[in-house]
């Protein structure tokens, strides 16, 4: 037994680590609470990567973000500008928090459906439409990562679940992740229509196209290990394989697009993507694709510069048979990993960049 002394100081150590921790912790809260209200601010101007790196960094230093998803649910959202910064913030921190971010997104699907809903079409600032598809698509991710919880944020596969490699859990997941492709590119259009290409309006672009580049390789890939297990005829895996190229080409074009933005290429020094065609292994007769694709970016909503570059750059099919899939999956693979060089996983606090003002 310890004593009085001894235990009368033992107590006031831990009264006043207990102090320490509660400053700590209430001085890390208005740090957030104040990141979240500048980064969705009602000035037309892109939320600084300040705001969301501290945000980010709570969340793992934490590991938890009970105290985002409040703080975000019960501030006062007015107005269409605040709305569009609200749901880049929230897109941000899907992608790049800890964990638990996106689970508790689970329990929060409703309020990042009623961000849209609060929004109207036509709004003085035109951001009306892009404002419900955003939240529309976000909804659309929370539902796809609650039906496949191996995948994180930026898919990737943070363990194997028991039915990855059966081939109808493999088409659900293809199909639903072409469905969320055809929401990104839809969004990603929506985000270069007149009146205006600000720099608010344009600072989703970073996180859209890396969600369009994880996405698709993840299609690629289990669209391989499909057609490998054999199991569906060459009629289905024929079809998959066009709206696989369907996507490839759609892809290929808004990444030549956002390559004629010098915001992203030299303000924010974006590194656009360049997907790699994967030729569809058949073992039979060919299947020549079948559908005329027109993509919304030929519009006057782009100039026509852009649409020369874009009807330039269009992929042709290349109706060649490949005899094994061994070259093929090394040759994703390798790709895959060149990938994982240019854009961080964020698996620890740690590993998280510095980002500049």
């Known amino acids: 037994m310890l004593p009085a002394s001894n235990e009368r100081r033992t107590n006031k150590l831990s009264t006043s ?27 037309d101007e892109a939320p600084k990567a300040k705001h969301l790196e501290t945000c980010i960094r709570y969340t793992w230093e934490s590991k938890s973000s009970i105290y ?99 081939a109808h859990s493999l088409k659900s997941l293809i199909s639903a992740l072409m469905d969320l492709l055809d929401g990104l590119h839809k969004l990603c259009f929506l985000v270069f229509l007149p009146p205006s290409c600000s720099a608010c309006r344009l600072s989703s672009l970073p996180l859209l196209i890396l969600e369009t580049q994880r996405a698709y390789h993840v299609m690629v890939s289990k669209l391989l290990i499909l057609q490998a297990l054999a199991s569906l005829s060459l009629d289905a895996i024929g079809l998959l394989w066009r709206r696989c190229d369907e996507r490839y080409t759609m892809l290929s074009e808004l990444y030549v697009t956002c390559g004629q933005l010098s915001y992203l290429t030299k303000n924010l020094n974006i590194t656009i ?67 994982e060089e240019q854009v961080p996983a964020y698996q620890s606090i740690a590993q998280l960049p510095s980002w500049s003002a």
């Open 68 to 166: 985002f998803w409040s703080f975000i649910k019960y501030q006062p959202i007015s107005g269409e500008m605040r709305a569009y910064k609200e749901l880049i913030l929230l897109h941000t921190l899907l992608q790049k928090g800890e964990p638990t971010t996106l689970k508790d997104g689970f329990r929060n699907v409703e309020f990042v459906r009623e961000i849209g809903q609060n929004v109207t079409d036509d709004t003085p600032l035109g951001y009306g439409r892009l404002v419900r598809q955003y939240s529309e698509y976000l909804t659309s991710k929370l539902h796809l990562h609650q039906q496949y919880p191996e995948f994180d944020g930026l898919f990737n596969i943070t363990f194997t679940s028991r039915n990855v490699n059966e």
């Open 273 to 339: 993507p360049i997907l790699q065609k994967i030729t569809a292994p058949l073992v039979e007769s060919d299947f020549p694709p079948s559908y005329e694709y027109i993509s919304p970016f030929s519009e006057q909503h782009v100039d026509e510069s852009v649409s020369t570059a874009m009807s330039s750059a269009a992929p042709t099919y290349d109706e060649s048979n490949v005899d094994s899939l061994d070259p093929l999956l090394a040759l994703l693979q390798e790709q895959e990993e060149d990938e």
């Open 17 to 43: 680590d207990h102090q320490s921790k509660s400053l700590f912790t209430s001085g890390k809260l208005y740090e957030l609470s104040v990141a979240i209200q500048k980064a969705t601010s009602k000035k």
